[in-house]
């Protein structure tokens, strides 16, 4: 079993910054695909982020492209996602998962994660 904590969520203004992290317990998480997730109210659960196991391969949402940067700890057995120039369309709760299933690439849909923390909420204002 594996548990994941999301932290640091809060509310900014647009053009703000915020840093979220994802700690796991359970599991070592170190040889697994993790990803990033969000939902924003009325919305499907929308891809942000993902990191092979060794972070040497990153896939991004399109709209994360330049502005999020996702990484991790492994020996801390933490993902981080880094939010830069923020935009009240970031506006969600934003969940990181886990992928067990060992792969070449990460995957960017969400049926592939098993493992899901409880998310933690990000509001932009303008």
């Known amino acids: 079993q594996v548990q994941l904590g999301e932290s640091g969520g809060g509310s900014v203004q647009a053009g703000g910054s915020l840093r979220l992290s994802c700690a796991a317990s359970?599991?070592?998480?170190?040889?697994?695909?993790m990803a990033w997730f969000r939902q924003a109210p009325g919305e499907e659960r929308e891809f942000v982020a993902a990191s092979s196991w060794t972070g040497g391969i990153t896939l991004y949402g399109d709209f994360a492209k330049g502005r999020f940067t996702i990484s991790r700890d492994n020996a801390a057995n933490t993902v981080y996602l880094q939010m830069n120039s923020l935009k009240p369309e970031d506006t969600a709760v934003y969940y990181c998962?886990?992928?067990?299933?060992?792969?070449?690439?990460?995957?960017?849909?969400?049926?592939?994660?098993?493992?899901w923390g409880q998310g933690t909420q990000v509001t932009v204002s303008s």
């Open positions: 359970g599991r070592t998480l170190s040889r697994y695909t």
């Open positions: 998962a886990a992928d067990l299933q060992w792969r070449t690439m990460p995957v960017t849909y969400s049926s592939a994660y098993v493992y």
